[in-house]
């Protein structure tokens, strides 16, 4: 039944296809699957890809040591709570949990997530009931998950807590997330920068997916400048002890939570790599597809280097008599079958997996290898040497059609309106702008506008409105992040023009009180928010403005 599924599968041609997911998908059952089962991959490394594997959207895994503010950042990406979560000062974050798109608000729990043939997480049932059991995957109707979806985990256990057991592998489920998702999120305390003896396990984890990886060093705004470039540079020596690796990793440095921030001497570095950061985020689902490609390529030389490995074992191996001797011997002497390997193959050392853990693998395997097969051997090849090539016209197609792929809402949108872009403070984008909704309700900034018009009339408007720099000014007194500051100006200026007169203005000061407060902002200006002289009125087919306009 399996090997009929497969045919089907398998059944198109590349000509056949009109998308890199799609051929990637029939490359991956015509020519790779076939080898993995043969020389029994998935006992080795990880198990055979299923199609939502190819299909699922970006994915986003968030680590970090507890109290670092991985469920904070959430929020901020989402800019609003999801079912489940909670924030505090001790470990809080204590399950894995996958954040996805969906109409209706509700959560999925571990055991039944591994039966959903929709979901990426059917290879997860392996690790067990109590990892299942700290597993669950939450819908929300949230625009930024109609593009990406994120994995919040639970924290990193400190120094003082190494000895507790989680009853499952945590570094083991962590290493199947960073080979799944597209970007990995490693989150840092600029007031904790010890590296336990699990964060260094975490880490090693990682390992071969440095490409999908970011650090951020959170919290920043609390410590002054001198303090920061101290704790920037610990951190850069902790990680570089754990990574061992010659490059320097890259670092964002930021607060990312919407609180006003505690110091502001470093407020346009935060802005920038906050910018930085969240680019790189947005612009995951235009590179999925060459993720994807790049992912199944290393996969791909992996199972060469695997199947070389088997056969040359197989060819080891004496029939009947002293297995056992020749067993131990075989596995003690894997480092020279691996040279031997990248001498007569011709393959790349860094395609071979790691060569102790091979080791321990083989130890409480059988040995009832099988011989090389040719045949296989060659579709592998072909895979390799000349599909993928076939599919760069495509991805570069699917790249130049890609712009409408962006991540959108959130912080996303935040400054992309009024006098928070940089090097550009007047820029708005044309749009009549009105509110069609008809409403008579009171308008709820009535009884602060006195306070907020003393204001206005102080910051000098002309001709009854204030430009984006001279309110700028006013609000970056707040402290609010700029990408909150950004969505404020965008609801508050209804008309669209760049300005603000005396009832924006208000709606303003009105929308900061209520962020500075801890309550989220809205998608969309309620109708109760609307100033009065921007409101429509419908009378006898034609729209007419409010008499106050």
């Not at 507890?66 to 979560?85: H, M």
């Not at 001498?343 to 790691?354: A, H, L, N, T, Y």
């Not at 040995?367 to 040719?374: D, E, G, I, Q, Y």
């Amino acid at each position: 039944m399996a090997g009929k599924e497969m045919k089907n599968r398998g059944g198109k041609c590349l000509k056949e296809v009109h998308t890199v997911t799609e051929a990637l998908k029939t490359l991956y059952w015509q020519k790779l699957l076939p080898l993995e089962k043969y020389y029994d991959f998935s006992d080795f490394h990880s198990s055979g890809l299923e199609d939502a594997d190819f299909d699922n959207k970006p994915m986003i895994l968030v680590v970090g040591q507890c109290s670092t503010g991985k469920t904070t950042f959430i929020r901020y990406l989402l800019e609003q709570e999801y079912p489940g979560s909670r924030i505090g000062p001790e470990p809080t974050t204590d399950s894995f949990t996958a954040i996805m798109h969906g109409e209706i608000e509700g959560i999925i729990h571990g055991n039944a997530l591994t039966v959903d043939p929709n979901k990426p997480f059917r290879k997860l049932s392996p690790f067990g009931t109590t990892f299942l059991n700290r597993f669950q995957c939450v819908h929300l109707p949230n625009r930024v998950l109609e593009s990406i979806s994120i994995i919040d985990t639970p924290g990193i256990l400190s120094v003082a807590k190494r000895k507790m057991s989680r009853g499952y592998d945590f570094p083991a489920v962590i290493r199947w997330f960073a080979e799944h998702v597209d970007r990995i999120i490693l989150l840092c305390d600029a007031h904790k920068l010890e590296i336990s003896d699990e964060f260094s396990h975490t880490i090693m984890a990682l390992q071969g997916n440095e490409d999908k990886l970011r650090v951020v060093l959170n919290k920043a705004d609390m410590v002054d400048s001198q303090e920061l470039m101290r704790v920037y540079g610990a951190l850069m020596w902790s990680l570089g002890k754990v990574f061992c690796t010659p490059e320097v990793l890259r670092v964002y440095i930021g607060s990312f939570w919407s609180s006003p921030m505690r110091m502001t001497d470093n407020r346009k570095l935060f802005e920038q790599e906050e910018e930085d950061l969240f680019a790189d985020i947005q612009n995951l689902p235009r590179n999925s597809a060459l993720r994807k490609l790049n992912d199944l390529v290393k996969r791909a030389r992996l199972v060469r280097a695997h199947t070389y490995i088997i056969s040359s074992l197989k060819e080891e191996m004496p029939l009947v008599f002293c297995r056992e001797k020749k067993k131990r011997d075989l596995i003690y002497d894997l480092p020279i079958i691996y040279s031997r390997i990248q001498q007569r193959s011709q393959i790349s050392p860094g395609d071979f997996p790691d060569c102790a853990k091979m080791q321990e693998r083989l130890m409480s395997h059988d040995f009832k290898f099988k011989a090389l097969k040719p045949k296989l051997l060659a579709g592998l090849d072909e895979l390799l040497n000349t599909d993928i090539a076939k599919l760069m016209p495509l991805l570069r197609q699917e790249e130049e059609t890609a712009d409408r792929l962006l991540v959108q809402g959130g912080p996303f949108l935040g400054s992309q309106r009024g006098p928070f872009i940089v090097g550009n403070p007047f820029n708005h984008y044309g749009s009549n702008g009105e509110s069609d909704h008809v409403s008579d309700e009171e308008w709820v900034v009535t009884k602060d506008k006195p306070k907020y018009d003393e204001i206005f009339y102080n910051l000098s408007p002309h001709e009854g409105k204030l430009s984006g720099s001279k309110v700028k000014g006013w609000m970056m007194n707040t402290r609010l992040p700029s990408t909150v500051l950004g969505r404020i100006w965008k609801l508050a200026d209804v008309d669209h023009d760049g300005m603000l007169d005396d009832e924006e203005f208000a709606l303003a000061g009105h929308l900061i009180e209520v962020k500075l407060e801890g309550f989220g902002l809205p998608h969309e200006l309620p109708a109760q928010l609307v100033p009065p002289s921007k409101r429509l009125r419908k009378n006898s087919g034609t729209e007419i403005r409010d008499n106050n306009d």
